[in-house]
């Protein structure tokens, strides 16, 4: 009963607030980033598994906020299991705690949610789109190789959707879940696009040198070439 009431009130309050917002859950894979030469190296052992980088929309806070209290971290600790679902690269205590006050004060004090009900929200889509389990469904799995078509073509299949796809070189180090209807209806993921709004028209310039073009966005090479790797 404590658990459905807190559900009811995640959505009573997104249902306020995400009705014209477009959010973002971002899911990163442990192996790739803990084979990037980065310090501090990951704990062992590395997990096979997709775990939430953040819950965005499209406005990230631009006003100061209170980071989490050590009371509110332990909430979150002993009631989500955010170390399993939420960590750090690195995966250590303070880490991990650090981690989520980044992800707080960048994207979650500001929306008129409390810490418990932000963390709760991100880790309820989490849980609601198992990427792994569409991935494996359609033959893509930890060690193999493919197309990031194939990607797109497999979530679509069994989710219904199409994530938006980063690389880290050739493998595939995060998929960012698209979310564009009001909340009292359910997450309900959308495609994603990399389209943006037009920006007015600037004032006339002298010409300059063409620019090269800049490099394509993962998600926009279909027929480049990654591997989901291994631990």
């Known amino acids: 009963m404590k658990m459905q009431k807190l559900l009811f009130i995640t959505v009573f309050h997104l249902a306020i607030l995400c009705v014209d917002a477009k959010w973002k859950l971002a899911v990163q894979w442990r192996a790739t980033l803990c084979q990037a030469p980065i310090k501090p190296s990951c704990q062992q052992p590395i997990l096979e598994k ?20 050590p009371q509110e971290i332990q909430q979150l600790t002993s009631n989500l299991k955010l170390s399993e679902v939420w960590p750090d690269r690195a995966n250590t205590t303070t880490d991990n705690e650090n981690f989520w006050q980044h992800e707080w004060l960048k994207h979650g004090h500001c929306k008129r949610l409390g810490s418990l009900l932000y963390f709760q929200t991100a880790v309820n889509v989490y849980n609601k789109f198992p990427i792994l389990s569409y991935l494996q469904a359609e033959g893509i799995n930890p060690g193999s190789k493919f197309r990031v078509q194939d990607i797109h073509e497999a979530i679509f299949k069994q989710g219904g959707f199409r994530p938006q ?24 993921a959308v495609n994603c696009t990399t389209s943006s709004t037009p920006s007015p028209p600037s004032p006339p310039r002298p010409p300059s040198p ?22």
């Not at 997709?50 to 209290?69: A, E, M, Q, R, Y």
């Not at 796809?165 to 309900?188: H, M, S, W, Y």
């Not at 063409?210 to 926009?220: A, F, Q, T, Y």
């Open 165 to 188: 796809v980063v690389c880290g070189g050739n493998k595939l180090q995060e998929l960012r879940i698209c979310f564009d209807t009001p909340a009292f209806k359910g997450f309900t």
């Open 50 to 69: 997709f775990t939430i980088h953040g819950l965005w929309d499209n406005k990230p806070c631009k006003t100061v906020g209170n980071p989490l209290s």
């Open 210 to 231: 063409p620019s090269p073009p800049p490099p394509p966005k993962c998600e926009e090479e279909e027929q480049k070439m990654i591997t989901l790797p291994k631990a």
